[in-house]
């Protein structure tokens, strides 16, 4: 059971969770959207948050800024957040524009606002859970899908609610973090979404 629970905080890292949300709008979405142009959204978007993260983490490592992939102390979490806020702004103004796919624009726009309030605690020396703020983003964003598509996906949102707890309890198991951690990294995603469904909704 040990290795189970080790294992979810692999398998539902935060960097595959952008991306996640954006296969499932694509496999959702009652719009006609040419195939190129969803290859094309898919690679940059799995390049810039994905690829790229991973390139300045080795990096950062090489240049001793952070000690680990889980970072445990929270001043090495200042300069990745900080550069993921970046990419996150770069991928807002070339990739998904809000005249071009206003949906998944909002998503990556509530990810950046998520992205900047875990900056702003790291920065003030509080540890948010990053795996809770992903997974709980995402997660209401595919609730706000369903609604805005009329689209009945309750066992995938099931499914969520499932993979939320357990990658809560996973990170608990690890003492990666403590229930106030991981309930404040729940809010910082989750909140952020709901806040912006009225605007594409």
Not at 36 to 41: L, R
Not at 59 to 71: A, D, E, P, Q
Request: glycine residues 4%; charged residues 10%; proline residues 5%.
């Amino acid at each position: 059971m040990g290795k189970i629970l080790k294992s979810i905080s692999f398998i539902f890292h935060p960097l595959i969770m952008p991306i996640l949300g954006v296969i499932f709008y694509f496999s959702k979405s009652p719009r006609y959207i040419p195939r190129e142009i969803i290859q094309a959204k898919l690679i940059a978007l799995f390049i810039l948050t994905v690829l790229l993260p991973i390139i300045f983490y080795f990096l950062l490592k090489t240049l001793g800024k952070v000690s680990s992939i889980y970072m445990p102390d929270v001043k090495e979490r200042v300069l990745p957040l900080a550069i993921n806020c970046i990419v996150t702004i770069v991928i807002l103004q070339r990739i998904l524009t809000p005249n071009q796919i206003i949906e998944l624009y909002y998503f990556f726009l509530g990810i950046l606002i998520s992205s900047m309030t875990c900056l702003m605690l790291a920065v003030f020396k509080f540890k948010a859970s990053i795996h809770m703020i992903a997974i709980s983003g995402v997660f209401m964003y595919f609730i706000a899908l369903s609604i805005h598509f009329n689209i009945n996906i309750n066992g995938t949102l099931a499914l969520m609610s499932i993979i939320t707890g357990a990658v809560a309890t996973s990170r608990l198991h690890v003492n990666a973090h403590t229930n106030i951690e991981l309930i404040l990294g729940f809010f910082v995603g989750l909140i952020p979404q709901l806040i912006l469904v009225p605007y594409w909704l």
